[in-house]
């Protein structure tokens, strides 16, 4: 992993619903003018060109901001346009292979729904990051797994990988996940859903740097 890319404070998460092609940058770069402190890329639609392209000027776009891109499922978009990493799910391939794939400098994060032993599996094989979730209700994932706080709990005590949560996560509940262990806050609706993007980061990134 990177040195100069801490994996910490708020994780933006894109979502093709809740931004239309044509606001789809501005969008983007208002959370990362909020203070986003990561930026994944997820759209898990077949449109190859539309993907590609917005993938690209994401890219252009976090680096300016000095801000990891990350893609959800497709290691070959990540190296395609160079970004700093790849998110796997479950059924999206070998953290190892996408380590042979992507090298040794990319950042790895691994879904780990509710399940602390995937996390220290992962962390044995190299991640550079845990997720879990879903903590609360997702109009994302309605019908995901959900974990809990004492799940962070727990592998804050067994693990020293950055741990990130995600699910339905809003401002009111982003300092008692951060007390409970986790690194970074995922959030899709409660940044993109809002009418501006930039004070809803600012929000959550405040818990961080307070």
């Known amino acids: ?13 894109t979502d093709a619903a ?7 940058l501005a969008q983007a770069e ?4 909020g203070g986003a402190q990561l930026l994944q890329y997820r759209d898990k639609s077949a449109e190859t060109d539309k993907r590609r392209t917005q993938a690209q000027a994401l890219q252009a ?12 499922d497709d290691v070959q978009l990540a190296r395609q346009v160079q ?17 042979a794939y992507l090298g040794a400098s990319a950042i790895i994060g691994i879904s780990c729904y509710n399940e602390l032993l995937c996390a220290q599996q992962a962390q044995a094989q190299g991640a ?16 995901a797994a959900r974990a809990t706080p004492e799940l962070l709990r727990q592998a804050r005590q067994v693990m020293n990988l950055p741990i990130v949560a995600i699910g ?31 004070a809803a980061a600012r929000r959550y990134q405040a818990v961080f740097d307070a």
């Open 1 to 13: 992993m990177s040195a100069n890319m801490p994996i910490c404070g708020l994780y933006a998460v």
């Open 30 to 33: 208002a959370a990362l003018r």
């Open 128 to 143: 550079d990051y845990v997720a879990f979730g879903s903590f609360y209700p997702s109009p994302t994932k309605p019908l």
């Open 168 to 198: 339905g996560i809003q401002v009111d509940h982003a300092l008692a996940l951060v007390r409970a262990g986790a690194d970074c806050l995922a959030v899709i609706s409660g940044l993109f859903g809002q009418t501006d993007i930039a």
């Open 61 to 72: 776009l976090c680096r300016d901001y000095v801000v990891p891109l990350i893609i959800n």
């Open 83 to 99: 970004a700093a990493g790849v998110h796997l799910g479950r059924e999206d391939g070998l953290l190892s292979e996408a380590r």
């Open 18 to 24: 809740l931004m239309p092609v044509q606001s789809f």
